[in-house]
């Protein structure tokens, strides 16, 4: 008779060869998440900056936390199985779970690639906001300005290199039959139920990735070198669009930014923020900043047109005239020997849509409301340059590239009083019609120049001209009419674009230089957001947000010089221009007049990007504050131009004051937008005071 016991202990263990099925797993997804984040450090190289080779690697260790943490949510189907003796041989349906969960994240891993190099963050809820945007246009915009089929079938294969894995380890650690007759005691219940608890403990413990207390392990925890982007290497990017498909599930007035100061505090710190001498403030229990401007007669300049032009992608970093390298901006560098340029300008965003609230409706970048002209806010009343000038009688054009549909232009800008907009599809015979935006460049200031020069002489109008080839897929003309830039690596293309749109630029000039109406015309030229490439600085990306502000118009570098490095932003815009035009006007605007300013006045701008975070900055002078929802408040100053640097002065004097500044700003207009107290008259435009001089 046969040795029973001696039997069931040469009897394989299901639950030891499964226990190392799962460990086996793991370390193939951990191994897989090392070399994804390898490879968006190889990809984007041109980041490292100064970041050490210690600095990296303490990167990596960080990584292997955050990627434990959603390695544990891929297992965890096996760490289940161990309550069921059926569930644990069901081998075949765990392999093509592990399968599909690695291809999945491998595939959200090679869209990080450009990703980073485009916005400098790990996937977050951009991502979301291109998905509800126009499917067609996205589409579009992917297929032509990635390789995409490239990436397919790198992924494709990739994918089938898994199966091949996870088919191996499979075969490495078989089970035995399920039906046998002898069960090893490891396999029955009592142990497997110890074996699973001890399981849990170690998952929860692997899936919170910190021994503390309190919250599990924050995007933060990866911040703990003076490297942003060995710090943005650390976190998993998968795991940070979890965090933001939560928070898009979620009400999205959870992102609010929480109020920190008693409201009356708040307000008094606002205003004396932005009210001048020559401001008298309008008394109001709702209206937050709501005042009458009178400029000085002496600020004035002899103009009665506008035509403000914002520039797609206009990175101040490579703007000639502020140092950049490459001559990819001559014709602007011509025309700002014409006029006044801002050096320390800055978007309020990081995206077209945000530029254009903020410049052209003068309200700022909000957390919770990054998005805002799609939002039910965008209904609301505001004190932007369409309803300042159209109380004025100024007749309007709005002329673009692309579809109004997008962002909802027309929407937005409709409800604000533009009434003639130009767009994709009102053009005749263009050199460029690029199947995602729309035409060229060249085709937009064409047209624009067409219609300038086609008004009645002596009606007094203003224009917003926007750009749109310096952005992926590059609406570029076959035959180049510019030296297309090379020797820059992975920016070529875009600078080429922006060379481009440069030499649109200055052929609109060119036309329009002799009208009539150039003579009376303030041209105001800027940036709408930047561009990365090279080393991130701050975590605050200054190179994504400094723009060149140029005002061209008769008598402007007379009065108030060539260069001026006050701290603006694009809310200021609606106020400088508004000073220029002279005359009393009432507005609420989230910004100053730049050129009315008291005596040494460094100027201030508060700025977000894009995304679904509560991080914002403050910029005064040469200082920027940073403060987000998970780390502590930084402080920096901070270098542009041909020596750009950052360095650190968190815990200086000043910072407390420039903290609370710019709590009391978040926290005030973030109350203006949710009780539609932003317009002149609150609510009705009936009332509009706008008097021409």
Known sequence: MPNTNSTIAKSPSALKNHLCFTLSSMLALMAMYSLLRFALLFYNREQIGRATVDMLAEAFLNGLRFDLRLTVLGCLPLLLALLSRKALHARL???????VFASLTLFLGCIELD??????????????????????????MIWYGFPVVRYLLAWGLASCFLAWVFLRIDRRFPLPPMQSSNTAKLDRWPARSVVFLLCVVLATLGHRGTLRQGPPLRWGDAFTTDSVFANQLGLNGTLTLITAAQAQLSDQRDNIWKSSLPYPEALETVRQMLLTAADTLVESDRAAVLRDYRPPAQSRLPVRNVVLILMESMAGRHVGVLGGEGDITPYFDDLSKEGLLFRRFFSN??????????????FPNLPAFEYLMQTPEANNDFSGLPVLLNARGLDNLYVYNGDFAWDNQSGFFGRQGITNMIGRFDYKNPVVFDPTWGVSDQDMFDRAADELMSRKNGEPFYAILQTLS???????????????????GSLDQHLTAMRYADWALGQFFKKIRNAPFYKDTLFVVLGDHGFGGGEQ??????ARFNVPLLLIAPGVRQ?????????GTQVDVVPTIMGRLGGDVRHQCWGRDLLNLPENDPGIGVIKPSGNDQTVAII????????????????????????????ETTGDAGDKELRRKLDAY???ATKSLLDNTTGISIGSRKNSAAKAP
Not at 350 to 362: D, I, N, P, R, Y
Request: aromatic content about 10%.
């Open 559 to 567: 009065k108030f010089g060539a260069t001026s490095d006050t701290v």
């Open 537 to 542: 600085l701050t975590e605050m990306n200054l």
């Open 93 to 99: 349906p765990m392999r093509i779970w592990l399968t």
């Open 620 to 647: 005064s002078g040469s200082r920027i504050l940073i403060e987000s929802k998970d780390k502590q408040v930084q402080s920096f100053d901070y270098r542009l131009w041909t020596d750009p640097g950052a360095t």
């Open 470 to 488: 310096n952005h992926t897929p590059y609406a570029l003309p076959k035959e180049l009419p510019v030296e297309p830039v090379t020797g820059q």
């Open 349 to 362: 965003g990081t995206h077209t849509h945000q530029g254009m609230f903020a410049t052209v409706g003068c």
């Open 115 to 140: 990703f980073y190099r485009e916005f400098n963050q790990r996937l977050n809820g951009l991502v979301f906001q291109y998905l509800k945007e126009d499917p067609r246009t996205v589409l579009s």
């Open 666 to 668: 978040i926290q005030v």
